[in-house]
Structures are given as structure tokens and as C-alpha cells.
């Protein structure tokens, strides 16, 4: 009796949660599905599933995955070495830190874009101070080097905070035991910490990657419209070439093979602990 | 028009719509007993003053919804949701609403202060509203060329300075499909709403070779790169060129010779609209001669309205960017509809252009 009185509970709280994945989740994905599998003039095709192997989508598709696996990877190459700075820091520091770590997510993102845009311009801040200190001027305004920056700018907290919180949970006795058995600092962040911190870094790819791949503000503004990633294309068939089948089709691609390569990075989740997103 | 500053909310777009979706019981109905008007028209594309004064002195209430491009007016309105009443678009997609059917015949001479609009504009609607009987013209203007003298060495008067290489990395483009092609049309001598494959296959191969020498394709970003001096020149909306030079005195516009697209935004009044009475007050109103000069100094766009230039100072007028004058536009076209098979051509090229 007392059983079913909780589940009820449990239900009914739920419920607003079920509404909102419906309503947000589920139907628009089912209207995304439809217009995915229909033709221009109606009727059922496969037409714009397949678009993706058209050349032009093709290529916007490839590097589109060359940002995000580049993404991906600086993101997770300049986050350890911060975790492990913040990870000696004591409590109240620690929160500090992540604190103004954060603190630029709170501000509009295109509005930071468009300060990178000023950046990296050809008459920008960057190139002002190199020409100051008699270096040669970067051309990096509206090309790929200008566009992974702003990924890896934007992206970057979102591969921090949960390789941060995986490594927060480590128990200390852990790696002073590790310590003590003989092993250097680099040996203890190899077979300890890293290891631990899977989880979390699964996550983080998952967070990084995802956006990443799909976005297409950060090319448009920071790519002066020159670059062409599959988000660009999505965005074009939609606003401009009112082609919603298309644009349906494309992102029901690019979903699956987000999906796929999801799986394969969660593959070796061995301990099944899984990271907070799967 | 393309008063296009927040470009980027369109990724927004498909969000807004489901909710417009979600709302459209809602926001459809109409408040009872009080005369209401629902229109739509690009963000801030007029003085929010002007609104109040109409509500103000007719006692009709204004709804405004606005959209940032003619082609998510469109999927607005076509999606249902709100029924609006009064529609201010541009050219091409006025045509497209008028070709469906959407709009009201409008008793021009009815409208006390339509007199205003001068012959010019009238004739300029034509290309899309043959017997100017469904639009009022709004505003207007060309597209050309906005350049830093104080890095060109000649005077500027053809397209073939962003296609002959010379300021290779200085040039940015529009990054509007119809207005890239549009300047390598015109620069190739064809018009800017042919409708020959191979005319537009050769203003692709003409842009596929410039893209190495474009610094950039931005839509008004690109009047502030020039300002900032980041850019040499760009293809900018007069409008947007008048605002340029405010900013800085070295910047000059110039609609190339060849010929360029003229561009006229125009109100018409939908098929849902049943208050014919109170639109046409809306719209005289729009006319009015104080207002029209509200709104014009709201956004410095080109006015259609004659008092209103009249009122101008003569320092004001000389300015081609505010009025351009008339033999500017002699060879300028309005931008039309494409045929459909021409433009998913366009559509597709375009792609190519960007993934080149």
C-alpha cells in the first residue's frame, strides 16, 4: 500500500516534466521527422535524408566534424591542466576561481562574439599589439583559425566543469596512498586521476562536441559568411530558401550521426557508471 | 528594409514559431468592443511615437509584430498564427503576397494624404503592383557601393572594382543571395531578375573567381567594417551608407553605372483585415507629412513622401544616400520574384559559392 502511495506521488510530480518533453521533445522532433521525410511537393521521400551526401552538404558536413573534433580536443587539452591548478587550490579559492571562470557565461554569447570578432579584425586589438611589439599582423579575421577559436572560447567551461567535478570527488586518501607506494606526480594524474575522471570528460565531450558540430553563429560571425558548416546550410535551406523538407532532412543527418558517434565515444564507459548526460 | 541587425535571433526562428504555434488561439482573437489593428513590419522600421499618436488620436489600438527578413514575414504569416491586418514588406515578397491572393484591394485616392507619395514611388511599385492598388509606398532606396576615399585612388563608378582583383582582401560582399548576384548581374550587363540559366551560371563563375579576393559576406556588419577602416568597400544599402558617413567623413556611396537594384518597401492590407475603415486611417496616416518625417528620422531611409523631402534642408537633399536622385536609378531595377526553377538554381549556387 505504501508502495503505490509514493509511486503515485513520484507520478504526479513528474508529470509537469512530461508535459514539457512532449511538448518540447517530442513533438517538434515528430514535425521535424515529417517535413525530414517528405518531398517539396509532397508525399513520402527519402530524398532529403540522402541530401547529406550531396557534395556541397558533404563538405559542410566535414568540417563542420573538423571544428568539433579540433574543439573538442583543445577543450580537453586546456582543461586538465586547469583542473589540476584549481584541484590544489584550497576550498574557498577553488569556488572563487570557477566563479570568474564562469563568470563570461552570463554575458551574452553573441555579445562575446562579436568582441573575438573585434579581436581578431584585421585592424583589431590582436593585431595592434603584435604590430606594436614589431611583430608581423595575423590575418586570422573570417578564417577556420578564427572560427575554432571562438568554439573553443565558448565551449571551453562546458569541459571544465564536469572534469572538474569528476576530479573534486577523488578521495585524497587515494592518491596519497599512491604517493606513498612511490608514485610521481605524473604517474598519479595517469593511473588515478585521470582514469577517474572519465566520467566526467565523457560528459564534457558530450557538451562540447554536440554544439559544437551544430552551430552556426559562431562560423557565420567569426567566418565572415566565407565558411560553410552543415548549421550554416540547416540555416540557409530554413530562413532564406524557405526549403523546410531539406533543412529538415540535413538535421535529421546531422542527429544521426551525432547519435552514432555518441555511442562511440560512450563505448568504453566501462564501469557503467556513465557520465550525468547518458 | 532589411533592417537586419539582429541576424542572428533567426536561429531563433524555428523556436518563435513553434510558440506561435503553440499560441495561436491565444493571440489571434481580437479585443472586443475596442477597434484594434494587428500590424506587421520589420523591427524598428518605425518610430514607436507614431503608434501611439494613431492610438492616441483614432482611438484604434496597434498591435505590432514584427519579423527581421521579408522570407520569415512570409513563414509567419503563412504559418496562421496571427492574423494580422496591415503588412509592410519589400518588392519581391509584396509581389509574392500579391500574386497569392493575400491582400485587399486598397482605395488609393481615398486616403487624404496619398498625394504625398510622389508619381516616382508610384511608378517604382508598379514593378510589383501593376495598377498600384494594393501597396502604399513606405520606404525606399538603392544598393551601391560604400568605399573609403582615402584608399581608392579613382572615383568609384562601376561593379568592376570588386571583381578586377585590385583590392583583393578589402571587399566585402552582401551576404544576401539576391544582392551578390544582383552586383554580378548588373556588373555583366544582364538583369538583376533574369530568368536564363546560363546568364546566372556566368555571374557564378564571375563570384566563384572574386570569393578569394571577398574579405568577407556580411549583411550590416558590413557598412561598420568600412567605417572602422577594416574593409576598403562594400555593397551597402543607401540607408545604411548615410548612417556610414556619419561616422566617418572619408566614406563615399555610389550607385554603380551599370546599374543597381532599387529597393521599395510598401504597406498592403491582408485578406483577414476586416476593418477596412480603420487600416485605411492607419495607413493616411502613415502619409501624414509630420509622421512620415518622424519615421524618416527614425532610420534615415529614402521617404517616397514628397512633403517630407520638400521639408528637408537643402544640404539634405544634395545627399544621395537620402534622396538619391533620379537619373541614379535610371538603370536600377526592383528585385522580383525569381522563377521557381531559377531560384533553387540560385539557392544551390550559392551554397556551392560558400563551400567553395
Known sequence: MKKTKTMNRRTLLASPYIVWVIGFTVIPLGVIFKYALTGQEGGFSLENIGAIFDPIHFKAMLFSLEIALGCTLLCILLSYPLVMALKALNMGRQSFVMFIWILPMWMNFILRLLAWQMILSNNGILNFLLTKLGLEALPLANTGAAVMIGVVYDYLPYMVLPIFNAVAEIDEDIIEAAKDLGANGFTVFRRIIFPLSIPGLLSGIVMVFVPSMTSFVISDILGGGKLQLIGNVIEQEFTKSSNWNLGSGLSVSLMIFVLLSMAFTTKNDVEGKGSAIW | ?356
Do not use: H
Open chain 2, 1 to 356: 528594409m532589411k533592417k537586419m541587425k539582429k541576424r542572428i535571433i533567426r536561429a531563433l526562428l524555428s523556436g518563435v514559431l513553434a510558440c506561435s504555434i503553440l499560441c495561436a488561439a491565444g493571440c489571434g482573437q481580437k479585443s472586443e468592443g475596442k477597434e484594434s489593428l494587428t500590424v506587421f513590419s520589420y523591427g524598428e522600421y518605425m518610430d514607436p511615437d507614431v503608434l501611439e499618436q494613431f492610438t492616441e488620436e483614432s482611438g484604434i489600438e496597434v498591435k505590432y509584430e514584427e519579423a527581421l527578413t521579408p522570407e520569415e514575414m512570409y513563414a509567419k504569416y503563412k504559418s496562421g498564427a496571427i492574423e494580422y491586418d496591415l503588412l509592410c514588406s519589400t518588392d519581391y515578397m509584396l509581389q509574392k503576397f500579391i500574386n497569392e491572393g493575400e491582400f485587399q484591394k486598397i482605395d488609393i485616392d481615398a486616403l487624404e494624404n496619398s498625394k504625398n507619395i510622389g508619381d516616382r514611388y508610384w511608378e517604382l511599385a508598379k514593378a510589383f503592383d501593376p495598377e498600384n492598388e494594393y501597396t502604399v509606398p513606405f520606404f525606399w532606396g538603392t544598393l551601391g557601393i560604400l568605399y573609403d576615399t582615402s584608399r581608392v585612388k579613382e572615383p568609384v563608378d562601376s561593379w568592376e572594382v570588386l571583381f578586377n582583383g585590385e583590392y583583393a582582401g578589402e571587399v566585402i560582399m552582401q551576404n544576401s543571395m539576391r544582392d551578390t548576384y544582383m552586383a554580378a548581374l548588373k556588373y555583366l550587363g544582364y538583369s538583376l531578375n533574369t530568368n536564363d540559366e546560363n546568364e546566372i551560371r556566368k555571374a557564378q563563375e564571375l563570384l566563384v573567381k572574386q570569393k578569394p579576393d571577398v574579405q568577407a559576406y556580411l549583411v550590416d556588419e558590413a557598412r561598420d567594417e568600412v567605417v572602422a577602416g577594416n574593409a576598403v568597400m562594400a555593397i551597402v544599402y543607401s540607408g545604411e551608407a548615410y548612417l556610414g558617413r556619419q561616422y566617418n567623413e572619408n566614406l563615399e556611396y555610389v550607385v554603380p553605372k551599370e546599374g543597381s537594384n532599387v529597393w521599395l518597401d510598401a504597406w498592403g492590407v491582408t485578406k483577414y483585415c476586416d476593418n477596412m475603415e480603420a487600416a485605411r486611417k492607419f495607413l493616411d496616416f502613415l502619409c501624414r507629412e509630420d509622421m512620415a518625417k518622424k519615421n524618416f528620422e527614425y532610420i534615415y531611409y529614402s521617404t517616397p513622401n514628397e512633403a517630407v523631402i520638400n521639408s528637408l534642408s537643402d544640404e539634405e537633399r544634395a545627399d544621395e544616400t537620402l534622396v538619391p536622385p533620379v537619373d541614379a536609378t535610371e538603370n536600377c531595377e526592383v528585385c522580383l520574384q525569381a522563377e521557381p526553377e531559377i531560384n533553387d538554381l540560385m539557392n544551390e549556387l550559392w551554397k556551392e559559392l560558400k563551400a567553395d
